[in-house]
Antibody
Framework: QLQLQESGPGLVKPSETLSLTCSVS??????????WAWVRQPPGKGLEWIGT???????YYNPSLMSRVTISVDTSKNQFSLRLTSVTAADTAVYFC???????????????WGQGTLVTVSP | QSALTQPPSASGSPGQSVTISCTGT?????????VSWYQQHPGKAPKLMIY???KRPSGVPDRFSGSKSGNTASLTVSGLQVEDEADYYC???????????FGGGTKMTVL
């Protein structure tokens, strides 16, 4: 049974880099045929797709965040990560990692989600 | 400003039907048969309710149905139940340069 778990600092200072990791259990990122994604949700607001990675190397990013975002995979730990540089208060959000369903593994809709982790950008 | 437009709220009494709209453009909703809908309860992760406009994942009640006409997709919840009270988000594929766009969400209230 697939499980996704986000981890990382809950507080980041403005202008610094936000770094989060999604630990995957129940599937292997390096041997499966899935896309792996990050989605965020500012407090009280809607969902925003951040980006998606397909191991070993394809990435897709939200054009509005592309200049600041990097998504990568660590196969040795079966994790994928998010880096968002030059953060501001507008980047304060719950960050989710997610995966598409087995019947559409390389799609941009998601049926497996982590529980989400709140990241606050504040001095 | 979300790429897709949803009404901020919708409501109905138990047993009634409610429809939520999701309006985009020919570059997203109207251009692809790839609209999905999510249900989100407070403090929880979203749950996929509809994909590819009309398909329901296993385990989703058939009270939930999806449709699309032109640049507008719709989610209909029939036989409304108390547990359907939640936020609902639409999403659409919008091309290889911006593959996933979301609506701003609709808060469904069961009166």
């Amino acid at each position: 049974q697939l499980q996704l778990q986000e981890s990382g600092p809950g507080l980041v200072k403005p202008s610094e880099t936000l770094s989060l990791t999604c630990s995957v259990s129940g599937d292997s990122i390096s041997s499966s045929d899935y896309y792996w994604a990050w989605v965020r949700q500012p407090p009280g607001k809607g969902l925003e797709w951040i980006g998606t990675i397909y191991y070993p190397g394809s990435t897709y990013y939200n054009p509005s965040l592309m200049s600041r975002v990097t998504i990568s995979v660590d196969t040795s730990k079966n994790q994928f990560s998010l880096r968002l540089t030059s953060v501001t208060a507008a980047d304060t959000a719950v960050y989710f990692c997610a995966r598409p369903p087995s019947y559409s593994p390389r799609s941009f809709f998601f049926d497996h989600w982590g529980q989400g982790t709140l990241v606050t950008v504040s001095p | 400003q979300s790429a897709l437009t949803q009404p901020p709220s919708a409501s109905g009494s138990p047993g009634q039907s409610v429809t939520i709209s999701c309006t985009g453009t020919s570059s997203d909703v109207g251009g692809y048969y790839s609209v999905s809908w999510y249900q989100q309860h407070p403090g929880k992760a979203p749950k996929l309710m509809i994909y590819e406009v009309t398909k329901r994942p296993s385990g989703v009640p058939d009270r939930f149905s999806g449709s699309k006409s032109g640049n507008t997709a719709s989610l209909t919840v029939s036989g409304l139940q108390v547990e359907d009270e939640a936020d609902y988000y639409c999403s659409s594929y919008a091309g290889s340069n911006n593959p996933a766009v979301f609506g701003g969400g609709t808060k469904m209230t069961v009166l």
